[in-house]
């Protein structure tokens, strides 16, 4: 009985729950069911941004959409934990299939920072927390300072298509430091048109770093 109930215990603290149905019948982030409902994208850059490889773990759809809407949307902070996990087990993927070898002496952090106003109005940026966490598990260092946003844009998704870019022009502001020999890894949630990506591309370009890579959820 004892051993039972030690089990249980332990059960209660190492099981993970799957992160969309809640089902604890897994260790993994997703349980069986639903891991079959997500599409997994292979670990080589799904397109390239002036030249710079974007990596996206899957494609936007029902289960990633609905993990990512309520992360971003319904003011679930936690859920940057099972969002940064799934995004660490497509990294290593990315490093395997492309040779990659980062740490912290070679690479840094940054994500697609939101205005200080849609931070305040959200109660976080969900982009720094979920880059927190996944600095967590990749144990390479963030820094926040360097990307900031400056205009406080109307969100994307609320902008027909064809006047994204127009949008987002200027939007953001680099604040460069010396970091030339990094390699920057850029971790967005979501990417669709690119026209948010491609304004912090060629920003960050301008002060000619050495290697940019993109990391997102889903595309
Ligand atoms: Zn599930």
């Given at each position: 009985?004892?051993k039972?109930?030690?089990e249980?215990f ?8 799957c992160?969309v149905?809640g089902?604890?019948?897994t ?27 974007i ?14 809407r ?21 990294y290593k ?25 849609r931070?305040m109005?959200?109660g ?5 927390i ?10 390479i ?14 969100p ?15 939007a ?21 048109t ?6 912090v591309i ?18």
């Open positions: 009985m004892l039972a109930f030690f249980s332990l059960d209660l603290i190492y099981k993970q729950k992160c149905c089902c604890s019948k260790n993994e982030i997703l349980c069986k069911n639903c891991a079959k409902t997500v599409h997994n994208l292979s670990g080589y850059a799904q397109r390239k941004i002036e030249d710079v490889c990596f996206s773990a899957f494609k936007y759809e029902e289960t990633i959409k609905k993990i990512i309520n992360f971003k949307f319904n003011r679930r902070k936690s859920a940057a934990i099972p969002c940064a996990a799934l995004l660490f087990e497509y993927k990315v490093c395997k299939q492309n040779d990659f070898h980062f740490d912290n002496l070679n690479a840094i952090l940054v994500c697609v920072p939101s205005h200080p106003l931070t109005k959200r976080y940026c969900h982009n720094e979920l880059t927190k966490e996944f600095s967590k598990l990749c144990n260092d963030y820094d926040f300072s360097l990307i900031k946003k400056v205009k406080n844009t109307v994307q998704y609320k902008v027909r298509a064809n006047q994204k870019a127009k949008n987002i022009k200027d953001f502001k680099i604040f460069p430091k010396n970091i030339n020999n990094k390699t920057i890894i850029l971790i967005d949630d979501v990417i669709t690119g026209s948010t990506l491609y304004e060629v920003n960050l370009k301008k002060y000619s770093y050495n290697k940019i890579i993109v990391l997102t959820l889903a595309c």
